[in-house]
């Protein structure tokens, strides 16, 4: 059974940077597509960003796009979120999220994806 552990969540300051990281336990995700989505407060889950197994491919909700970088280090079954830029709309609980399907662009729905962390806050305020 795969566990998903998330860390690296906090409270930071506007313009302020974190990274998330999200350890896989129990399977090998290196061919996995793995994604990190987030749920503002008294707001639905919502897509932030995805990656290919490899690692080649990405995809970014517009919202995050040239803030955040998503990659992975196969080798360590982890994948990471680095966040810059921070706004505080960007507020919330942190998930990470891997799917048996193949990396599309398509995959930004959390009932795409079939295994789920615990989730971590990120809190960006002054």
């Known amino acids: 059974q795969v566990q998903l552990v998330e860390s690296g969540g906090g409270s930071v300051q506007p313009g302020g940077s974190l990274r998330l990281s999200c350890t896989a336990s129990?399977?090998?995700?290196?061919?996995?597509?793995m994604a990190w989505f987030r749920q503002p407060p008294g707001k639905e889950r919502e897509f932030v960003a995805a990656?290919?197994?490899?690692?080649?491919?990405?995809n970014y909700a517009d919202s995050v796009k040239g803030r955040f970088t998503i990659s992975r280090d196969n080798a360590k079954n982890t994948q990471y979120l680095q966040m810059t830029t921070l706004r505080p709309e960007d507020t919330g609980v942190y998930y990470c999220?891997?799917?048996?399907?193949?990396?599309?662009?398509?995959?930004?729905?959390?009932?795409?994806?079939?295994?789920w962390g615990q989730g971590t806050q990120v809190a960006v305020s002054s």
């Open positions: 990656i290919s197994g490899s690692g080649g491919s990405t």
């Open positions: 999220a891997a799917t048996l399907k193949g990396f599309t662009t398509h995959l930004v729905f959390w009932r795409h994806y079939d295994y």
């Open positions: 129990g399977q090998t995700l290196s061919t996995n597509t």
